[in-house]
C-alpha cells in the first residue's frame, strides 16, 4: 500500500491598510476553491478537491497550513497568487514555505518568528514594550501546540512544546545581545 | 506526464536524385493512398505527369474469402507472376482484422486475438506494441517451395483458412505484370466469380492553382537553416503540410492573429503561381515511380524556381509499413514519404511514421 | 541525431554524401475537428467565432492557465471542420476540453469531435479510412 502524498503550503495572509482583520478557515477554503476553478478550471480543482484542505489557521499572526495533494501542487501554489479577496476583504497570499508534513511547516514557522523577533525587539524601547511584544507573540504560538498535538504521540521524540522552543530561542537571542 | 500521446519518427534524408536509394524506398512503400504534387511556377501540371496514370488500372473487390488467396491458381497467375498488391478495405488496424498481400509473395494477417485464437494458424514474433494491443501478424510466404498442395504446412493453412472462420474481406488489389504483353485487368477477370462484385478504382484527381504564395528558402547542402539563408527542414515540411491542407499562410496583422500564428517560414520568396496536384485512390509504387521521373525531367528543365515536392501518402490502415516493418495504430497510423527537389540534381527525402 | 555515410553510386555527378538528420520529437500535434451546434447551421461559422468556442472549451475545462496554450486555428473548411495546432505536450488536455465542452455561452448544446489527430501537418491532407464516403 502506497502512501497518499500530500504537501502543505504555510502562507501568511496579508490585510493590506487592514491591520485588526480577521478570518475563518472555512472563509480561506473556499478563496483558495474559487480560485483554483478560475485559474486551473474543472480540472485543476477536480484533481485537488479531494486532498485540499485547511489544516491551520493562525487568525492572530494571520498564518494558514493548505494541504493539496502532492503530484498537482504545483497548480495549488500558482492558483494561491491569485487569490485577492476573502469574505469581502483585499487580501494578498504570501506562500512562506512549502513542506512535505505538517511538522516540517511548524518546525520552518517557529524559525521564522524567531527571525523576527530580532527585528521587533530592538524597536522596543521599554521593558514593558518588550514584554508586550512576547506575550502577544507567546499568546500566538498557543494554538500551535495544538497542531503539534497531533504528532505528538510518537513515543521516540522528546515532548517539547512549540512555546518552549520559542522561549530557548528568546534566550539565545539575548545572549548574543548581551555578547 | 509530459510526454507526447502519439509516438513519432520523422527524419529527412538528402539524396543524389539519381540515387537507388529513391527507387528503393518507392518500390518498398507497397500501399500508397494518395499523392500531393506543390509544383511553384506552373499553371497547369506538365503532361507527362498526367500521362503516368494513364496506364494505373486498380479495383475493390467485395466479399472475397481470404482462402482464394492462398490457391495454387491465383499463385501461379498472380504472384508468381508479376508485383501484387492487396490491402483489406475498409478495416481499421486497431479494432478489425487485416489482410494484405505484398508484391514480394507474402500473405499477411493482423488478426484481433480473438480471431487469431479461433483460426489456429500460428503468428510470427510478437514486437512489443503488438504484445500490448493483443493483435497478432500470421505471414504465409506464398512463394516459398514448400508451399504447395500435398505438403502438411499448405494443407492446413487452405484448411483453417476455408473451414474455420469466414474470413471475408473488402480488398483493393492493383497488378503489375511481369510480361508487358499482358494486361494488368486480367486479375479483375480472375477473381469476377470468386468474390460478390468487382469494381474499377477510379482515381479522385483535383488540381488547384494558387497564386502570390509565399515559399521558404531551401538550401541543399544546409537542412538545418544554421546559416540564416534557408528554413529549417522541419518548418519546410510544415510549410508543404499547409499547402497540401490550404491553410492561409501569408504573414498576420493584428485583427487575423487572434485566430492562427503560423505564417511561412522565414527568409521566404513570393510565388506567383503555383500548381497543387492531389490525387487519391489505390496507387502503385511502379505509378509513382514514373511520376518522380517526370517530375524529375521537369524540374531539371525549370531550375530557377523555388523547389516543388512530391509526398506519397500511405494508408493509415496498411499492417506494414515500407519494407515490410510492421505497422501499428494507436491514435493516427500516418505513414508519409515526402521527395523535395532541389538544384543540381539533389534531393531531400522525408519520412514520417505515426502511430 | 546525425550521422553521415558515403553515398556508394557512381554517378557521372561528384558524389555527394548522403546526410541523415532526425527529430525525436516533434513540437505539434494537429487536429482536425468537427463541431456541431444544436439547431444551428455550422457551416456559416467563421475563424474568429471558432477560436472563440475553443477558447471558452478551454477555459471551462482548464481554466485561465490552460486556455493561455497557444492554440492555432488554422483553417476552418465550409462543413464545420477545421484544424487546430496544439504544443503536442498539452494535446491531451486540450483534446479532453473540446470533448467535454457541452453548451455554447448562449445556452445552446455544443459540440465538438476529434476526426483525426497526427503529429505531422501533411498527414491532416488524407484521410484512407472514408474511402467508402469518397467513392459513393
Known sequence: ?179 | MAATFTSAAFNLTTLVQTDDKISSAISGHYFNNALTVILPGTNSLPETVSECFADQLAYQLHGLPVYRLVEVPFIHAFVKNGLIYMLSANTQLDTHDCVAVTPDGWLILHLTKDTYHELGLEATKQTHQQKNSDTYVVKVNLLASYFKPGKKNYDSTLWCLKNRLDLVFDFHIAWEPKDDKVCSSSVSAYFLDKCAKVERRCLDRRTQVLTSLPCPKVQADDPEGTSGQSCHFQEVFEWIGAVACGVDMTVKDEDTSYTSSLCCPEPSQNCPRCCLFQVSGFITPGTILKVFKALRQYTTAHTDLPPASLTVHGFQDSPIFTNNCPHHLHICGDNLMTFVYLPSNQCWLYRAVAS | MKCTTAAENSNPVPVKPTNFYAEKTQSYVYLKTSLTIEDENSSELNGNQYKFLILQAMKETLGQVGAATPVDLLKVFGDGTCIIRVPSRSTEKIWAALTLYGSTPSGKRCAFRVIHASPFLLGLAFNSRNHRDATS
Open chain 1, 1 to 179: 500500500m502506497v502512501r497518499f502524498k500530500n504537501r502543505y503550503a504555510l502562507c501568511e495572509l496579508m490585510f493590506p491598510g487592514q491591520p485588526e482583520t480577521s478570518v475563518e478557515s472555512h472563509q480561506v477554503y473556499q478563496a483558495v476553491k474559487a480560485s483554483l476553478l478560475d485559474s486551473h478550471g474543472d480540472f485543476g480543482l477536480a484533481a485537488l478537491q479531494s486532498s485540499l484542505s485547511v489544516k491551520y489557521l493562525n487568525i492572530k499572526t494571520n498564518i494558514a497550513v493548505i494541504r493539496g495533494e502532492r503530484r498537482h501542487f504545483d497548480m495549488l501554489t500558482s492558483s494561491l497568487v491569485f487569490i485577492r479577496k476573502i469574505g469581502g476583504k483585499d487580501v494578498v497570499f504570501k506562500t512562506l514555505h512549502v513542506g512535505g508534513s505538517i511538522r516540517s511547516c511548524q518546525k520552518f514557522l517557529i524559525g521564522h518568528h524567531r527571525k523576527n523577533l530580532t527585528q521587533i525587539f530592538p524597536s522596543c524601547k521599554t521593558p514593558e514594550e518588550r514584554a508586550e511584544g512576547m506575550k502577544s507573540i507567546m499568546a500566538a504560538c498557543d494554538t500551535l501546540d495544538w497542531g503539534y498535538s497531533v504528532y505528538k504521540q510518537t513515543p521516540s521524540q522528546p515532548a517539547y512544546s512549540a512555546l518552549s522552543m520559542l522561549q530557548e530561542g528568546d534566550g539565545d537571542e539575548e545572549k548574543e545581545e548581551e555578547s
